[in-house]
């Protein structure tokens, strides 16, 4: 069975550029999570999808980050312009169900210089 | 707010020796707890959990007991191999409005030396 499969892995941007990720959930996979973790912290929560609509998006600095899940199985994170303190590995997790085991992508390693 | 504590890293231990990550939390209701493991440019993966209190969480060889007088979850192993090297992670999903949200320690990283 595939995993959840992010890109890219890395990217390295300039402040007040814009980037993009992408996650492709287990196949079957209802919600869909997007973390944020900073360098020796444990991963955040931003954005919860229950097939194409959020269900939490209370931690997502809507200012400047959005998301969307459109036909209910990928997801893109946005951050347009991004800041210095963004710097940050974005995980993706899915799950059947939002009480059922999550499943981690690899994440996407960000770095704001 | 829901949170949870880890002790702090990093932990060394030679190859065989017993260990322990201290893991407490503050939770309303009744949460579920979690120890995930993230290896080497890997994601995270689950390594054992525990529902309810005095449940014992067990994978691996790895252990957890699910302490509400303590509000603790510690995470144990009797005999570490170098192949174990990795960061641990508590989690919580919050009991009575459980949506899945994982509430994360900040990690302890464990280095298991030959």
């Known amino acids: 069975e595939a995993g959840v499969a992010q890109s890219p892995r890395y990217k390295i941007i300039e402040k007040r550029q814009s980037v993009a990720f992408w996650c492709n959930p287990i196949?079957?996979?209802?919600?869909l999570y997007w973390y944020q973790q900073i360098l020796g912290q444990g991963p955040k929560l931003l954005i919860q999808f229950q097939n194409n609509g959020v269900v939490d998006d209370s931690q997502l600095p809507k200012d400047r980050f959005s998301a969307e899940r459109l036909k209910g199985v990928d997801s893109t994170l946005k951050i347009q312009p991004a800041k210095l303190e963004d710097s940050a590995v974005y995980l993706c997790a899915s799950s059947l169900e939002p009480r059922n085991i999550q499943y981690f992508g690899a994440g996407t390693r960000l770095s704001v210089l | 707010g829901n949170s949870v504590t880890q002790m702090e890293g990093p932990v060394t231990l030679s190859e065989e020796a017993f260990l322990t990550i201290n893991c407490t939390y503050t939770?309303?209701?009744?949460?579920?707890l979690f120890w995930y493991v993230q290896y080497p440019g890997e994601g995270l993966q689950l390594l054992l959990k525990?529902?309810?209190?005095?449940d014992k969480g067990s994978n691996k060889g790895f252990e957890a007991t699910y302490r509400k007088e303590t509000t603790s979850f510690h995470l144990e192993k009797g005999s570490v191999q170098v192949s174990d090297s990795a960061v641990y992670f508590c989690a919580l999903t919050h009991g009575s409005s459980n949506t899945g949200k994982l509430i994360f320690g900040q990690g302890t990283t464990l280095q298991v030396k030959p």
């Open positions: 196949s079957g996979h209802a919600t």
């Open positions: 525990a529902t309810k209190a005095d």
């Open positions: 939770a309303t209701g009744y949460p579920s």
